[in-house]
Structures are given as C-alpha cells and as structure tokens.
C-alpha cells in the first residue's frame, strides 16, 4: 500500500507541472496553426490531452521503478580458493538510469493525507460523470421516433448524401432544447419539437447536417473516452483548458465540414445565429451528449466560417511539422527534471540519522557480499590475520586478494568473492578469527556506496587496534613492575645476609665491634637509599607511561566523537541553544558588559580573568571574576551583578 502511495503522489507531483509545460506548448502550437483548419488544431488538443495523462504516468513509473537487479549463479569455489562466500548469491546491481528523480520527501502522516483527498476529490468528479452518464441514457429512452414530414426528409437524405452518413436514427425529445447526438454503435439524432415547427430549410439543414457530422466522427464515443482520460486530471486547471479547446475545436471542424459540403458560409452562419437565440432562454443541462451548441464561442464559430483564410500547402505542412517537434519538447524534459516522492518510513522522534528507508536498506542487503575466513580441509582451527592489502572504499574485482591469514597449513591468501567496493574491514591486523568468521564486506559492482560508513568503519577498526595496543603496553608495565618487585625482595634478602655476615664477624673479632657495627649501618643506610631512588624512578616511569595510555585514550575517544554524527548534532544544538540564550539575556541587558566591568572594578580593584551573562534570579546577571594582590596572599572575588540596573547581588571571594 505504501509502494502504491509513492507512485500515486510521484505521478500527481510530476503532473502538476508537466501539464502546465504542456498545455502551454500545445497554446503556443495552436497559435501557430491559426490559419490553417480547424480539425488540426482539434488533433493538436486531444494530442496534448493524451501527453497530459501519459507523460506523468510513464516518468513517475520510471523514477519509482529503482535500480535493476541482474541475478547471476553463483560460480563454484575450490577449497584452494579458501573462500565462502555468502548464503545470499551475489548480485550485480546497475543503476538503472531511471533513477534519476529528484527526491521529495514526505511524511507518512502528510502522504496518507494527500492520497485520502485526491480519492475524494475523483470520486466526488466520478460520481458527476456517473450522473451525467445517466441522464444522457435517460434523454436516449424518452425519445419517441414520429412521422416525419415529407420536406424534413428530403433534407434528411440529402444531409446524409452528402456527408456518407447511411445508419442513423432521427428522433424527436422536448427534453432537449438543441439538436444532440447520442450513441456510438447505434448513433441517434434527437431534435427538439419546435424544430420540427422550423419552416427555414437552411436552419433544418445546418441543425441536422451538423449532427451527422457528428456521427460521421464518432465524436459521442471519442468525447466519452475523453472524458474519462480527464477524470484523474481534473485537480488541475490546466487540463480543464485542454478540454475545453477540445470542444471548442472539435465545433469548428463540424462547422467546416458544413460549409464545404452542405450550405455557404454565410447561410450556415445566419443559421446558426438562429438556433443559438432559440436555445439561450431553455439551457442545457449537463450530459455527455454532443451537439451544434457544443463549445460556446458563437461569435467565434461565426468569424471562422465568414473569413477562412487561405494557406499554402508547403507552409501548412512547415508549419505542422513544426508544431509536432513543439509538442515532442516536454518528452524530453520529462525525466531529467522527474521528481519522485520518498515517503518516511521513521517513527515520529526517530531522525533521519537513526534509521534508514527500507528500499534502501534490502537495496544494500542484496548488494552485500561477505569475505569469510577459510577452513582448508578439516583444519577448523582458528587463524591469524596477517595483513590486509585493500582498504575500505576501494574497487576489488572477483578473484584479487584482499588478505593473507597465518594458519597451521601456511599463510593463505584470501580472494574477494565478488567485484565492487570493499565496505568495511571485520578483523584487525593481529587479530585471531576462527574458520567461517566474516573477514570483510564487499559491495557488488554499480552500488554507490556512503563514504560515511567506510570511514567510520576505518576509524573503529583503529581504535580498536589503539585499545588493544595500550592494553598488551598496560600489561608489560604491570610483568616490569612484577619482575621489579621480585628484584627488590632479592636484593632486600642478600641486605639480611650481609647484615647477619657482619653480626658474626662482630662476635667474633670483639674489639673491632663498635666500627664494624657503624660500617654496617653505613652499608645497610647506602644500599637502602638506591633502593629508595630505584623505586621512585620505577613510578616516576610507570606515572608517565599511565598518562601517555590516558592521553591516547582520550585523543581516541575525541577522534571518535569527532566522526560521530548523533554527537556532531547533538553538540550544534547545544551551541545553538546558548546562543539562543545568550542572545535573549543580552535582549533584556540595560547596561554593556564593559560598564559592568568599571563598575565592579570600581569596588573591587584588580584584574578581571572572566566576564559572563547568565540568569540569576530570574533576570540577567553578569558574572565577574577579580583577581586582586595585596602582596602577601592573593583573592579571587566573584562578583554577581543585575544587567538591568548594575545593582551588586552577591560577592563571594576566594584566597589563594
């Protein structure tokens, strides 16, 4: 239903200007073919109606359509090849060149508006065309067939003599007030009864040769279907005026006919003249039927037939052919300027960089073509990647390779499955992957792919290599400092040995005791000291490589908030909105920030380090920091004070 709703709005959006680039072509063409006869100009009409209703469909359904999808089998892989592809078989996308609309996009809520009213609205004209339908049928059952009188048929015969009109049923209605034609597989002729009263027999042959002329162009069936071809149309002015040229054109080319086979000119104009004031003060009411006062340009129908102007051939026929290749432009300007309705498949409060359209997203599951890591033979062991030797945004084709694996059987080269654009890389260089596991995403040939997506992919990839990095360096640090540890339990052990050596030898030389015990105590102070400054080099060392893993954690996390487009957003809105607020307090400010730096200055001497605006209290405040120095100790006192008046509300101060 959502697909049908798409091509419906695409289809009325396109047609809102197509239609009036016709319609004005198809004005400038009639222009030109002025001189020449009237049922040119009624060709050139009902041409230009019937682009009205096909260019729009034709260039919707083409921009709708999407990308083609060519379906290949899938090849055979060796297991030398070390490859498996997918479960999906790969697919070449080609972008069809119909996809060239450019998209509008429109909420769900507002597309499901749009196509409820434009339902309403072509019932609302199809239930009158019904109606119309209806009393024409209606008109047709109350004729009643007379004796006609014997000069009427005479003119009956000759009308139909001279027009090649043979099966036709003449009737009389008081239901009409001008002569009308119904029918098409059995045309009727009904004339109203006072024209049988008509004692002129150039009124009773204009009003009767007129309508067989109808019937001669199955004009009731070609107006039929002209209506119906206007139905779906008729939301826009411009094809109303397409019709009513119809009309108006298809009268003259009756008119015409008339002249040139049945009456002068000037007869057939008086007549006319005639059955229109017959028929002004009864009116007509609304059918389908086609009839001589069809079209309501009296006086131009009159001026047409009087004054007929005189063409030559090559010119009439210069002149048509321009105004074919004249009507043959919006064709062309059709699909490169196409626009094509995207409907929003998001829930309210989800924005467009949370989700995707759907189109979009089975588009891209179909063009998707996994590289995954290769089992030789029954080794399903797991590997190591050694190296990758594309990288994410470059075009692989169907056999290149794209890596080598470190496994028990050797280093393995692993092919790409298919042509296109390497996506994203799964596995970091290093990194253990067991047999089967996805190594990377390729995109079939013709798919155009976001830059974004890579690039993120690429920035993780990193830092995942970055983290990795600092915590095998966290780890040698901490088997240093174990390895340190156990190098100072030694060294305090041979300290105790010695200690315990020079104890013994104290006991034994006697008199000597006082000097060696002071000589021990000198040993024992020196080689404690190095091991004090030892140790204190040790943190030293492990304090700065702590900090470099902080710094690099926090260049990593700032690096990926930086490519990050919800943080990107999300920080903009939050620089807008101080903006915003900012802009407001500076509104309701009496006093400029400089005054308020004299001011607060003027009661508390120093240098100022911070000026701002903010809200306190309700109302706009600046908040001021002064740094003042009476040469012993240093203060820092915070002035807040009302933008409105330069009144002090609250100091707060702060030694150092």
């Not at 072509?122 to 109350?142: D, E, N, Q, V």
């Not at 004009?219 to 019709?243: C, G, K, Q, T």
């Not at 976001?450 to 966290?474: F, H």
Request: hydrophobic share 45%; net charge positive; with cysteine.
């Amino acid at each position: 239903m959502e697909r049908i709703s798409q091509v419906l709005l695409t289809c009325l959006l396109n047609a809102c200007w197509q239609i009036a680039l016709i319609t004005a072509v198809a004005a400038f063409c009639a222009w030109l073919l002025r001189e020449t006869a009237a049922r040119y100009r009624h060709l050139l009409w009902v041409a230009a109606l019937a682009l009205c209703f096909c260019l729009p469909v034709l260039t919707s359904y083409q921009v709708s359509r999407g990308a083609s999808i060519k379906v290949q089998p899938e090849p055979q892989t060796t297991v030398q090849e070390a490859i498996v592809s997918s479960t999906q078989i790969p697919l070449d996308i080609q972008t069809s060149p119909e996809e060239t609309g450019s998209l509008v996009p429109v909420s769900r809520n507002l597309a499901t508006g749009l196509v409820a009213i434009y339902l309403l609205f072509l019932g609302y004209r199809a239930m009158g065309l019904f109606k119309a339908w209806r009393l024409t049928r209606a008109i047709a059952r109350s004729v009643s067939r007379i004796e006609l009188p014997q000069h009427l048929r005479t003119i009956i015969e000759r009308c139909q003599t001279a027009l090649g009109v043979k099966r036709v049923g003449i009737f009389c209605s008081a239901a009409v007030p001008m002569p009308i034609t119904v029918g098409s597989l059995n045309p009727l002729v009904i004339l109203p009864e006072q024209l049988l009263l008509e004692a002129d027999p150039d009124v009773l042959t204009s009003a009767i040769g007129h309508e067989l002329v109808h019937v001669r162009r199955r004009d009731y069936a070609l107006n039929l279907m002209y209506e119906l071809i206007h139905l779906p149309l008729s939301f826009h002015p411009a094809a109303a005026l397409v019709r009513r040229r119809i009309r108006e054109t298809r009268e003259l080319s009756c008119d015409e006919l008339v002249a040139d086979r049945l009456l002068a000119p000037e007869v057939y104009a008086r007549s006319l003249v005639r059955l229109a004031g017959s028929a002004m003060a009864v009116g007509r009411q609304t059918t389908i039927t086609v009839g001589i006062s069809d079209g309501d340009i009296l006086e131009e129908r009159v001026m047409s037939i009087l004054r007929r102007p005189k063409i030559k051939i090559f010119r009439k026929n210069l002149l048509l052919i321009a105004a074919s290749l004249l009507l043959a432009a919006p064709c062309v300007a059709a699909v490169p300027f196409a626009l094509r309705i995207n409907i929003n498949r998001l829930d309210a409060g989800v924005t467009p960089q949370q989700g995707a359209p759907q189109q979009t997203q089975l588009k891209d599951e179909r063009a998707r073509s996994e590289v995954v890591m290769p089992a030789l033979e029954a080794d399903a062991n797991a590997g190591t990647l050694v190296a990758w030797l594309k990288k994410p945004g470059e075009t692989v084709q169907r056999g290149d390779v794209i890596a080598r694996v470190d496994t028990s059987k050797g280093v393995v080269e692993v092919p790409a499955t298919t042509s296109g654009v390497i996506e994203r890389l799964l596995v970091a260089v290093g990194e253990k992957a067991s047999a089967g596991s996805v190594l990377a995403v390729i995109r079939g040939e013709g798919w155009v792919g976001s830059s974004e997506a890579s690039t993120a992919q690429q920035l993780e990839l990193e830092r995942q290599a970055l983290l990795k990095a600092l915590e095998a360096r966290v780890q040698d640090l901490r088997l240093a400092t174990t390895q340190d540890a156990a190098q100072k339990v030694k060294q305090q052990a041979e300290l105790e040995q010695a200690v315990l050596a020079l104890a013994a030898q104290e006991r034994r030389e006697g008199a000597r005791t006082v000097t060696t015990t002071n000589g021990t105590l000198t040993l024992t102070n020196t080689l404690r000291a190095a091991s004090e400054q030892q140790e204190g080099e040790q943190k030293e060392v492990r304090h700065l490589v702590l900090q470099e893993i902080q710094q690099n954690l926090e260049r990593a996390r700032a690096q990926q908030e930086s490519q990050d487009p919800e943080i990107l957003i999300r920080r903009r809105a939050e620089r807008e909105l101080i903006a915003r607020h900012q802009a407001e307090l500076a509104k309701q400010a009496n006093i400029t920030m400089q005054q308020a730096i004299q001011i607060a200055t003027n009661r508390y001497p120093g240098t100022v380090l911070e000026s701002r605006l903010v809200r306190e209290s309700n109302q706009a405040c600046y908040l001021l920091s002064i740094l003042s120095n009476n040469g012993t100790e240093a203060t820092i006192t915070r002035v807040l004070m009302s933008a409105i008046d330069g009144t002090v509300l609250k100091t707060m101060k702060e030694e150092r």
